[in-house]
């Protein structure tokens, strides 16, 4: 079982940056178990569906973005912290929305939500215009 518990979300003006955390912890959880993981970030606006913005492989060395954040946002991730991360920059208002953390076990990574197996409870960023 993991838990991610993701941090950094709140209220800025367009334009504006920040960066969300997710820390990943289990009873027994170790490096070599975060490294087992794949994860992804999603968002939900109200009303509206879950939808992908970002995911990273095991190692770090594959990114992928949905088209609406890239070049806008970067995720990376530190397995020595076992914590991965969500820089957004020049942020809209439409990207107001709760930001979720997702990780896989599977062999690579994916943009669809059904392949996540564990979820985080969410943090909430709201960009004001």
């Known amino acids: 079982q993991v838990q991610l518990v993701e941090s950094g979300g709140g209220l800025v003006q367009a334009g504006d940056s920040l960066r969300l955390s997710c820390a990943a912890s289990?009873?027994?959880?170790?490096?070599?178990?975060?490294?087992?993981?794949?994860f992804g970030w999603f968002r939900q606006a109200p009303g509206k569906d879950r939808e992908f913005v970002a995911a990273?492989?095991?190692?770090?060395?594959?990114?992928y973005y949905a088209d609406s954040v890239k070049g806008r946002f970067a995720i990376s991730r530190d397995n020595a912290k076992n914590t991965v991360y969500l820089q957004m920059d020049t942020l809209k208002p439409e990207d107001t929305a709760v930001y979720y953390c997702?990780?896989?076990?599977?062999?690579?990574?994916?943009?669809?939500?059904?392949?996540?197996?564990?979820w985080g409870q969410g943090t909430q960023v709201t960009v004001s215009s």
């Open positions: 997702a990780a896989t076990d599977a062999d690579r990574v994916y943009d669809a939500k059904e392949e996540y197996k564990y």
């Open positions: 289990g009873r027994t959880f170790t490096y070599y178990d975060f490294i087992k993981y794949q």
């Open positions: 990273i492989s095991w190692s770090g060395s594959s990114t």
